[in-house]
């Protein structure tokens, strides 16, 4: 399996600000994944980052607000942009196996916005 | 779209005994990966256990084991022999291999697992 880190591990922000979440790979991966898991909830996926490519959005996530950089194999970054309170999740990397058969996750990051 | 329901928000159970956490998922197609997924409190996300839908094998890992019944759609999983540390949220996860949407892991609301001594 793949080593995930994350930075930061947490954060409090002030509304109206931005945030950039790191995700590092420790081995070249061709997908990577972004989460949001809102307090209590389960997982929701943001978007899928390939690089060299667009990052694909799910249906109710757009790209000005949540912009995502792929710049090689083996990171990524998630900006959430202009926060209000109810951005207050946890953020998730994940990537898929070599085989495409698992994903992996990285340790998260806290987000508090005030 | 594929849906998974746990429908036990929490559940206990006592160390060394056996419990077992259900998974019910909704789809229309006849190949895909399920999998369950532990996070403790330290909320890294760990992969517990992955049943392909092609096998009718249930998958096994030491402690860890599911019941697979395609036709019901069911995935439940069972720990035996539980310890402290089984003590996490336990979610149920689908993995569509439509390239269309492959790699989109749909995720159950999780179930809450304690373990008491």
């Known amino acids: 399996s793949a080593v995930i880190s994350q930075k930061p591990s947490r954060d409090i922000c002030q509304r109206g600000t931005s945030l950039t979440i790191q995700c590092q790979v420790d081995?070249?991966?061709?997908?990577m994944f972004w989460y949001r898991q809102q307090p209590g909830q389960s997982l929701t996926l943001i978007a899928t980052?390939?690089?060299?490519?667009?990052?694909?959005?799910e249906s109710g996530f757009v790209i000005d607000k949540f912009p995502i950089s792929r710049p090689n194999l083996t990171f990524s970054t998630l900006t959430v942009s202009n926060m209000s309170p109810e951005d207050s999740s946890i953020y998730l990397c994940?990537?898929?196996?070599?085989?495409?058969?698992?994903?992996?996750f990285g340790p998260g990051t806290r987000l508090l916005v005030l | 779209a594929q849906t998974v329901t746990q429908s036990q928000p929490e559940m206990s159970v006592q160390e060394a005994e056996t419990v077992t956490l259900s998974c019910t998922y909704d789809?229309?197609?006849?190949?895909?990966?399920l999998f369950w997924y532990k996070q403790p409190p330290s909320r890294q996300m760990i992969l517990v256990i992955r049943?392909?839908?092609?096998?009718?094998q249930n998958a096994t890992e030491n402690r860890f084991s599911v019941n697979f019944q395609k036709a019901a759609k069911s995935f439940s999983l069972k720990i035996s022999d539980s310890q402290l540390g089984d003590a996490a949220m336990y979610f149920c996860?689908?993995?569509?291999?439509?390239?269309?949407?492959?790699?989109?892991?749909?995720f159950g609301t999780g179930t809450r697992l304690q373990v008491t001594l």
């Open positions: 994940s990537v898929e196996s070599q085989a495409g058969e698992t994903q992996y």
């Open positions: 081995s070249q991966v061709t997908m």
């Open positions: 980052a390939n690089q060299g490519s667009e990052a694909t959005y």
């Open positions: 789809t229309s197609e006849s190949d895909y990966y």
């Open positions: 049943q392909e839908a092609y096998k009718q």
């Open positions: 996860a689908y993995r569509s291999l439509n390239t269309g949407t492959a790699s989109k892991l749909t």
